[in-house]
């Protein structure tokens, strides 16, 4: 074990380091759940021709996995605090990717609706079990970056998406995306229970109490935590964004641009490419300014306002050529998910670890809750006279109301201490 109370075993294949191997699983986890996620917008056209979905119905299907998923960042971020990572993330990956085959089996809307509805509830755990992953093997000094790492994976999946349904869909139809989608994430639970174990070494002497005092916080006092309160604000304004940006662009193709399934294959993946190199270099920034001697406060801090500053440019998209609206998302995309992997640090920077998925459920659960309000309001919008332009304005300026808030009441981002916890509990 190294100074920093993480265990340095070695894999027997290669020698690679089992601390960036549970990194490379659980990235490709959340690949492939953003990659089931973007199933039903990619190949919203082709399910078109056999159930029809106006705006606000797929508004509505898009709202069915944002209620579940966030009610489930919650109960899965407990659900992991008390099972383990191992046990916790094998059985929310094995049901998500259940739930991802049973849409290629609907034939109408409330089927569609309740297909969702599960595949929100699986896939809210995934963050959660992320955290837990990078509290349990990394050092606080290179957290940002395994962090910016996994959340490429959204990227990954975001990528792969429009290609691969777009050829799926030509070649078998919407429901093969389906089954295919379902049978990749049964592989990775195999993968996952065959490879990953539990890393019980991680807490130093110095943060045991601070860890069996979390154990006893209830919900309701982990919220009296005002850092608590503020990252949960923040995520709820930025996804508010991302949501809307995730899944109504391939929409907005089909609408505004007039693209057909080909052209959204052939475009629709550049976004979610420069979102994955946004998350990578968004957390090696803040690494790297740790690592210079910055405190961790001004180091996440740096690097998520430099994340929001740039986000309006969303606001011009449509007033621009298509080419250059690609290029608007991509700058946006790319910020969008550098702030997320540094905002979903937070938690494990400043949480022991039988806090950490709690505290990461809760956020998640803020950011879900944000993403279905605002996908029902732009469904509202939509089908009542307002165009895209609104829309884009709005999403423009959520990301720099949620950095405002951690500047001005999130107070410093700093590892707590056994008696921050007892202040807390004498309070209650």
């Known amino acids: 074990m190294?100074?920093?109370?993480?265990s340095s075993g070695k894999l027997s294949s290669g020698g690679a380091d089992r601390r960036w191997y549970s990194v490379a699983l659980v990235t490709v986890a959340i690949a492939i759940s953003y990659f089931d996620r973007q199933?039903?917008?990619?190949?919203?056209?082709?399910?078109?021709?056999?159930?029809?979905?106006?705006?606000?119905?797929?508004?509505?299907?898009?709202?069915?996995?944002?209620?579940?998923?966030?009610?489930?960042?919650?109960?899965?971020?407990?659900?992991?605090?008390?099972?383990?990572?191992?046990?916790?993330?094998?059985i929310i990956m094995l049901w998500w990717s259940i739930a991802c085959a049973l849409h290629g089996l609907a034939s109408g809307f409330m089927l569609l609706l309740s297909a969702r509805f599960l595949l929100g509830m699986g896939e809210g755990g995934a963050?959660?079990?992320?955290?837990?992953?990078?509290?349990?093997?990394i050092p606080a000094e290179q957290r940002s970056t395994a962090v910016g790492i996994i959340n490429a994976g959204t990227a990954v999946g975001s990528v792969l998406a429009p290609p691969l349904i777009g050829f799926i869909i030509l070649r078998s139809g919407w429901r093969a995306v389906f089954f295919a989608a379902g049978a990749i994430g049964i592989a990775w639970v195999v993968w996952w229970a065959v490879s990953y174990r539990n890393n019980d070494l991680t807490l130093s002497a110095n943060t045991l109490d601070a860890r069996l005092l979390a154990y006893r916080l209830s919900l309701r006092e982990l919220l009296a935590f005002r850092s608590v309160q503020t990252i949960v604000f923040a995520k709820f304004m930025s996804d508010s964004a991302w949501y809307f940006l995730l899944f109504w662009l391939p929409k907005y193709l089909y609408d505004a641009r007039?693209?057909?399934?080909?052209?959204?294959?052939?475009?629709?993946?550049?976004?979610?490419?420069?979102?994955?190199?946004?998350?990578?270099?968004?957390?090696?920034?803040?690494?790297?300014?740790?690592?210079?001697?910055?405190?961790?406060?001004?180091?996440?801090?740096?690097?998520?306002?430099?994340?929001?500053?740039?986000?309006?440019?969303?606001?011009?998209v449509p007033l621009v050529p298509v080419q250059m609206a690609i290029l608007l998302f991509s700058i946006a995309f790319f910020c969008q998910q550098s702030w997320s992997g540094l905002i979903m640090t937070l938690p494990a920077d400043i949480f022991p670890l039988s806090a950490v998925g709690t505290v990461s459920g809760l956020v998640g659960f803020g950011g879900a809750i944000g993403g279905a309000i605002f996908g029902i309001v732009a469904g509202y919008l939509l089908g009542h006279g307002f165009g895209y332009g609104t829309l884009f304005v709005l999403v423009g300026t959520?990301?720099?109301?949620?950095?405002?808030?951690?500047?001005?009441?999130?107070?410093?981002?700093?590892?707590?201490?056994?008696?921050?916890?007892?202040?807390?509990?004498?309070?209650?």
Request: glycine share 10%.
């Open 2 to 6: 190294n100074s920093s109370g993480v």
């Open 127 to 137: 963050f959660p079990a992320a955290v837990r992953v990078v509290a349990e093997w």
């Open 39 to 90: 199933t039903l917008p990619v190949a919203i056209a082709a399910i078109q021709h056999n159930i029809p979905l106006s705006d606000q119905q797929f508004s509505y299907l898009q709202t069915a996995f944002l209620l579940s998923y966030a009610a489930l960042y919650i109960g899965g971020g407990r659900l992991l605090d008390r099972l383990g990572t191992r046990r916790g993330f094998l």
């Open 398 to 428: 959520f990301h720099l109301i949620g950095f405002l808030a951690i500047l001005l009441f999130g107070g410093r981002i700093q590892p707590l201490r056994s008696h921050d916890l007892q202040e807390i509990e004498s309070n209650i």
């Open 258 to 316: 007039h693209f057909d399934i080909k052209q959204v294959s052939y475009y629709a993946w550049i976004p979610y490419a420069a979102s994955g190199v946004g998350s990578f270099l968004g957390g090696l920034l803040s690494s790297s300014l740790l690592r210079r001697g910055y405190s961790l406060d001004k180091a996440r801090k740096i690097a998520l306002g430099l994340s929001a500053v740039f986000m309006p440019v969303v606001m011009l």
